[in-house]
């Protein structure tokens, strides 16, 4: 066991209130739809962030799994971007301030990763933990994005939850910190959204606008999602164009579909249930997807333009 320390505080350059709210988003098992890739990117790039902390890649990072970007320079390094891990202190459209744990999934010391979260926690006196994931899931684009929801925040889990499981699932590190922070009686909810599954590969923004408003249903901070909402519109847009030159994605999408329209319990949203029909594989709809995508654009290189 390694005597270096997990993280390094900033915190004589950021001074960080008491009673915020935590959210956490870390990439590296599944990020169906380029969830996490888009929340994150469209905090850092629209609202004020600072660093509070690093984590230690030595101590929580596989290299060879995920080799950092090196620049090579005509003959030599140039430089090179390592992967990173860390705490950031942010505020939202209204100047409220809370707490991003952002970056990647430990591959090492989980039980170590979780505790200094928890430490954490209770040194900066965090009022409450909210994470984010996404999986792919048998549902069509034509269905609002389905989420199932943890933790022991009931009131949101009976509200919002729309698939139930009880199963077995290949855990990430956040569910530990889930088990952890429930524990100790402290308000956690998890948000998994469900993605359609043929479209896991491409960042998806309609599923990237449902995080944030799960986020603010949780934590009532305020987030810019109109340029999220305008890519949604053109990306629908162009998604149902290509699939209406397509009678095979066309059929199978229909497939899809018909599993859910019968299932409506509600006056907004259906509940996600196992399908009456027999789905159609989803390498298989992927498949068909890309390819025809793929054609599309090789024919048509402005396309890719926007």
């Not at 705490?87 to 707490?99: G, I, K, R, S």
């Not at 989420?147 to 990430?172: A, M, Y």
């Not at 948000?191 to 359609?196: D, E, I, Q, S």
Request: charged residues 20%; glycine residues 6%.
């Amino acid at each position: 066991m390694s005597n270096e320390p997990l993280y390094e505080f900033e915190f004589d350059q950021v001074e960080v209130p008491s009673g915020l709210h935590l959210i956490a988003g870390l990439t590296g098992f599944t990020d169906a739809g380029g969830v996490l890739n888009q929340f994150s990117e469209n905090i850092f790039a629209n609202l004020s962030t600072s660093q509070i902390l690093t984590f230690n890649n030595d101590e929580l990072l596989d290299y060879r799994s995920r080799r950092p970007v090196m620049y090579f320079e005509k003959d030599h390094i140039e430089d090179y971007e390592p992967a990173s891990l860390g705490l950031y202190l942010v505020h939202d459209e209204a100047n409220q301030p809370f707490l991003f744990l952002h970056g990647y999934e430990p591959d090492f010391r989980w039980e170590a990763f979780t505790n200094a979260i928890l430490r954490l926690i209770k040194r900066l006196q965090v009022k409450d933990v909210t994470w984010l994931h996404a999986i792919p899931f048998p549902i069509p684009h034509t269905r609002e994005i389905g989420v199932t929801v943890s933790g022991n925040r009931k009131e949101i889990v009976n509200e919002l939850s729309e698939w139930k499981p009880q199963t077995q699932v290949p855990g990430n590190v956040l569910h530990l910190l889930e088990f952890k922070v429930a524990q100790t009686g402290m308000p956690i909810v998890g948000y998994v959204l469900l993605c359609p599954h043929y479209l896991a590969d491409n960042d998806f923004p309609q599923a990237a606008v449902t995080a944030f408003e799960l986020v603010s249903s949780s934590t009532g901070l305020v987030f810019p999602t109109d340029d999220l909402r305008d890519d949604g519109s053109q990306f629908l847009t162009k998604l149902n164009e290509q699939i209406a030159e397509n009678p095979e994605l066309q059929k199978m999408i229909a497939t899809l579909e018909q599993g859910y329209q019968n299932e409506v319990t509600g006056p907004s949203r259906a509940p996600i249930r196992k399908p009456f029909v027999k789905l159609p594989n989803a390498d298989e709809i992927a498949a068909e997807l890309e390819s025809y995508l793929a054609s599309r654009q090789r024919n048509n290189p402005d396309d890719s333009q926007g």
